[in-house]
């Protein structure tokens, strides 16, 4: 039997119940599919086959199971009938105490038991069908509980809460009246706000109209007012009380005229009419308009700009104004002499190092001085976005967090970008012997298939293999007649079989292009899957042997980075596969003898001895290993040397790239070792 819509609408709460309970949230789409299956009486597994299109196979069986439970369990509450107990099978002394319970109750101002009926005699079942009887019935009823009030009245219970009852509705309905009269009231002011600012916007609107024409009003008479030409600015605009705007200064209805739309190519035309008349017209002369040579729209309260600028006035400089400014540009070079003999001190003494190491340092950052009530991440499960709510207790069938369920998600498994899709196979090395065995197992296999195809006629057979040799064993009686046409035959077939082997090697050889290309795929690695990276520290690179040999080693290893030189350090970025990276490492640590200069260059050396400076402690060049690792991607597609005047200079290029840690890592290590 299909359910009714009453019935519906009351499995609506247990159907919303049922989704809860498996899907941890309540979903209206979801619902209504519910709600189908069982208006269309569906069986378990038809009903499982609609609802896994929105649940899937794995949770849709167990759904529907629960759903039939609660619809049936809703049909046997509906159609059992409630039995109430016979008063006829209860002993008086039960009777008894239950009187004295429910009015202990009352006493206690707790909520009444339910009323016991009173032993009534149980009428026959014919009588029940007669509605005479059922008249009766309520009567009897009436009676008893009239009875039951006056009780409760003698017995002092029933005025008092009589009196709470009715103090109770008394304060209900006050509430209700002070609510209605707010509503009505907030209501009219919301109106009366509306009013002013749609009257005081039209006002606006009205007063803002300039060069209005002007008509007389012909029923009211104009009163006396100031003349329009005393008057020097516009007056406001008012409406009477027919609606028509007034001019509020002189008292006359002020006629608007209205604009209609027309079309941009109207506009243009016009436009260009316009312009040939004032070609035509002569220029305006510069002479006061007279009153009859106004314009229509002229009005006279409005303020005109005059014909020629006014007079401008000379501003003179104070006197020794040039002086001071000329005082403060001195004194500013005078600082900056004075700052950078202080550096140049600092330097020599050491003291500089820990400054210079302050700024590389990486920069704290600055705590934000507004702290929010609460964090992004928390506000999702959090319902009302306070962490108020993690204190207070929970009603019934609330959540603390709302989207958490008992669910547990698992994500899918994602490969690592540096793990290659599919191992390669590991290549396996045979001895000389095995490599020999099997060569001979391959020519045996080809002999055998070539002996085959002659046997059955598809080539012909080869002719005898004839050497100097076995001259007189393969040609017995022609070696005898002609011995000498016999070795020239055989000597040229050697010739032929020797030409023929080499010309078959110079064919298996790669041409020069293909050799050129197989030592750069040799060299070349594959970094799609991982940059390998080291960072080199020298203090000069000014020897052009050095840096020509820097410059060749990281080109023919097919190596891309950048070389940053600056005036106290140079910086060496390289990036490369790690066979690459092996022999750049050895060439920079150990191949090149790094410390034969110094660390102030060849140029300054030449002046030292110049200046017979030998005494001189002077501090000797070395390379660093920085820092070594790998990156996903290259940073630098090529490999260049870059020449800055100032250490900002080259942070600021490693920055566009993002890696100034470089840079910081580098002159933070080089400072210490100075310390």
Known sequence: MPLTKKEVDELQPIIKETVTKRLGF?????????????????????????????????????????????????????????????????????????????????IDDE??????????????????????????????????IEERKKMLIQSGVAPALIQQSDQRVQKTKEQQQQA?????????????AKIAAKSNKLLSGLSALKNLPIKPQPTQPAPDTVPISEMTRPAAVVLDAEGNPIDQATGRQISITKRMPTLKVNIRERKKEELKNEEVLPQASTATIEEDDRPMHFDPRMGTAPATRGRRNFTFHRPGKFQQLGQKMRAKAQMEKLQRQIQEVAKKTGISSAAKLAMVAKKEEFETKYIPDIEWWDMALLPNHTYKDLDRALKEDEELFTGVTNLVEHPIAKDAPSQPKSMPNMPVFLTKKERKKIRTQR????EKEKNVKIRLGLEPPPPPKVKISNLMRVLASEAVQDPTKVEAHVRAQMAARQKKHEQANEERKLTKEQRTEKKIKKLKEDTSLGVHIAVYSLLDLSNPSKKFKVDTNATQLYLTGSVLITKELVLVIAEGGPKSQKKFKRLMMHRIKWDEDTAQGRRQDKIDK???????????????????GTAIEKTFSDWKFHLFKTETEAQEFLRKSNIEHYWNLAKSRSLLEED
């Open 111 to 144: 909520p009444l038991p339910p009323t016991l009926p009173e032993k009534t005699e149980k009428p026959p079942a014919n009588m029940m069908e007669n509605a005479s009887n059922i008249n009766a019935m309520v009567a009897n009823v009436k009676r008893q």
């Open 26 to 106: 309540p979903e209206n789409a979801v619902i209504k599919a519910a709600v189908a299956c069982l208006q269309e009486e569906l069986d378990h597994d038809m009903a499982t086959e609609k609802m896994s299109s929105l649940l899937g196979d794995d949770l849709a069986p167990r759904f529907v199971e629960d759903l039939q439970n609660a619809a049936s369990r809703f049909r046997r509450s509906k159609s059992a009938v409630r039995k109430r107990p016979s008063v006829a099978d209860e002993d008086p002394e039960s009777l008894k105490k239950a009187k004295l319970n429910r009015l202990s109750a009352l």
């Open 443 to 446: 020519r045996r296999e080809e």
């Open 180 to 192: 209605l009269r707010d509503e009505k009231a907030k209501r009219a002011a919301e109106l009366q």
């Open 610 to 628: 110049k200046k017979h400076e030998y005494n001189v402690e002077k501090q000797m060049n070395k390379c660093q290993l920085v820092w070594e």
